[in-house]
């Protein structure tokens, strides 16, 4: 008997077939910097803050099927889901620092929800409260060209400005929802040494976004804010709401003592901030979010508990169960409980007997090994696999934007030749 494919699953062999022999070259660089130093603000912006990142962007795209993109949305519905719920709140805040436990209202600016993509589907791997990309990845989706049919049918969704009307109406709604009413005056995009940071391109283009629209915004290095008279203030003008970059996710080091103090008196909005990063971003949540039983007696709905299959089974690591998680660690990676960025993050038949030592301490959780999804490009005229990536930025579960990234290596990097950013294009 003939079968006849169904759209999934031939929009899904269709993007597997373009991610293995579509080598074309469609980023426009050209029109990319332009749009940079225009976006910026600055004709010199590209020269000076792009040209020493060579591997930020990469020149091909990722393609992928509508129902895997589908999917991605489901699984980040649940996990929102899941996160109102107040049996899993408390047992997510009961292992959270203290400052997270009071919730001042705002969600969490620009989540990242990131995934591999192999075989089965979507797997979630990691859930980011500062996910750093999405204003360069929103320029980088619109600076494409048309290699053929496909591909120009792909990029109608890329040019629109939803992504940036989805940014300003993404702050307002965090100030009300602490506020009540009105808007922010001045906002402060905040990080440590900000100008040091890989990412700071986008900091810049963040800012001149929020000018655009009307909001005064500044960039400023946590350790310079001043925290006095319930005013927080930065170079002496007050701030009334940070975006924060920061990775010190509970503001516990000492060079963020005033906007810690500013954030418990509830004397500036912060977004994301501790609350959300423990309701969300907390890596030992995922030991509860890839438990179906733990699912069940929270009381998520059959339905979303059946969306959380998507996440590989997460466990905690303690000195009790080290011998039995080294026994199956070619199967997992091993992630650090307050690690961030890829860092001290070990695939399992790579770690030496030195660093097991320390995971077997604690402070670790092992996930089983997601294979991420592979790109196929072209090096100096030969094919070449990457691996790649799909994170996805939302706003209260809503996706804002999707962008990949390839790399080789054990983790995602920005040293890959032919790697960086890519557009994700949906076939």
């Not at 003939?2 to 050209?30: G, H, M, Q, Y």
């Not at 040019?159 to 009105?182: L, P, T």
């Not at 399992?348 to 294979?371: C, H, L, N, P």
Request: include cysteine.
């Amino acid at each position: 008997m003939l079968t006849v494919p169904s759209v999934a699953e031939a929009t899904t062999s269709l993007s597997a077939r373009l991610n293995r022999k579509c080598f074309c070259i469609t980023l426009d660089r050209i029109a990319l910097r332009d749009a940079l130093n225009r976006e910026a603000g600055d004709p010199g912006f590209c020269e000076t803050f792009i040209a020493s990142r060579p591997h930020l962007f990469s020149n091909v795209p990722v393609f992928l099927a509508a129902s895997a993109i589908d999917e991605m949305r489901k699984i980040v519905a649940a996990i929102e889901a899941t996160a109102k719920l107040p049996p899993y709140r408390d047992a997510v805040l009961s292992w959270a620092a203290e400052i997270a436990h009071r919730d001042f209202g705002p969600l969490g600016a620009l989540m990242g929800y990131d995934f591999h993509l192999d075989d089965d589907g979507p797997k979630l791997i990691e859930v980011n409260t500062n996910a750093g990309g999405a204003f360069l990845n929103a320029l980088l989706a619109r600076a494409q060209k048309a290699c053929c049919s496909e591909v120009d049918r792909a990029l109608i969704g890329t040019r629109d400005d939803r992504f940036e009307a989805g940014v300003v109406s993404m702050f307002e709604n965090e100030w009300r929802r602490q506020r009540g009413a009105g808007s922010p005056r001045r906002i402060a995009i905040v990080d440590d040494r900000p100008e040091e940071q890989y990412l700071y391109p986008e900091f810049v283009l963040a800012r001149q976004l929020l000018l655009k629209h009307g909001t005064e915004a500044v960039i400023g290095d946590a350790s310079e804010l001043k925290y006095d008279g319930g005013r927080l203030r930065l170079d002496g003008q007050e701030i009334d709401l940070v975006y924060n970059r920061l990775v010190d996710f509970t503001l516990d080091r000492r060079e963020h003592a005033a906007l810690r103090a500013a954030y418990r008196d509830g004397a500036v909005v912060v977004t994301p901030n501790p609350h959300n990063h423990a309701l969300f971003a907390s890596k030992r949540n995922l030991t509860l979010l890839s438990d179906p039983a733990a699912l069940e007696a929270f009381g998520l709905s059959p339905e979303q508990r059946v969306q959380l299959a998507g996440i590989p089974r997460t466990t905690l690591v303690t000195p009790d169960n080290s011998d039995a998680a080294w026994q199956s660690r070619k199967d997992m990676f091993f992630k650090p409980l307050s690690g961030h960025g890829s860092k001290a993050v070990y695939r399992g038949d790579k770690v030496t007997k030195g660093v097991w030592a320390e995971i077997a301490r604690g402070g670790y959780v092992a996930q089983s090994f997601a294979a991420p999804g592979q790109r196929m490009i072209e090096i100096d005229g030969a094919p070449a696999p990457r691996k790649m990536d799909v994170r996805l930025y939302t706003y209260d579960g809503q996706v804002l934007l999707a962008a990949a990234r390839l790399y080789q290596g054990q983790t995602t990097n920005f040293r890959t030749p032919g790697g960086g950013f890519a557009p994700v294009l949906v076939v």
